[in-house]
């Protein structure tokens, strides 16, 4: 090709390039991961004759995990949903939710403790 020109770089431009390459696609997909949103954690706490929080709101994969921190024994239960048995103080229950939905649940055992779980789709879902 007449009156083309070709282009140098020096050495030291082409290192930076690949050297920051592989860094700059770990951001991509960091930022990826975080868009999309991984499970979490959510904990209800039974103390006072209560859940708290009384209300909340996970997505799909996410892990409700209850712990007695009363002096008393506690459950939380839906009726063909989760049923975490007795609970003796100190001791954990863990649901992951499978499907979205609204369940409200109560402590057998104190019928005044009530709460509800909202389950909403995963970000990666919508």
């Known amino acids: ?21 592989p860094l700059a696609a770990w951001g991509c997909l960091s930022a990826s991961a975080a868009e999309h949103g991984a499970p979490r954690t959510h904990e209800v706490v ?18 409700v995990l209850w712990r ?12 063909n949903v989760f049923d975490s048995d007795e609970l003796s103080p100190g001791s954990r229950y863990a649901w992951i939710p499978a ?18 779980v909202t389950v909403v789709p995963r970000a990666s879902e919508q």
């Not at 039974?46 to 994969?61: I, Q, R």
């Open 1 to 21: 090709m007449l009156g083309a020109r070709r282009l140098r770089l020096p050495l030291v431009s082409v290192v930076s390039v690949v050297s920051v390459t």
């Open 46 to 63: 039974m103390k006072s004759v209560a859940f708290a929080p009384a209300e909340l709101v996970v997505a799909v994969g996410d892990t």
């Open 68 to 79: 007695n921190a009363d002096i008393v024994r506690h459950n939380a239960v839906r009726p």
């Open 99 to 116: 499907d979205t939905g609204s369940f409200t649940y109560r402590c057998t055992i104190h019928q005044r403790m009530r709460g509800k």
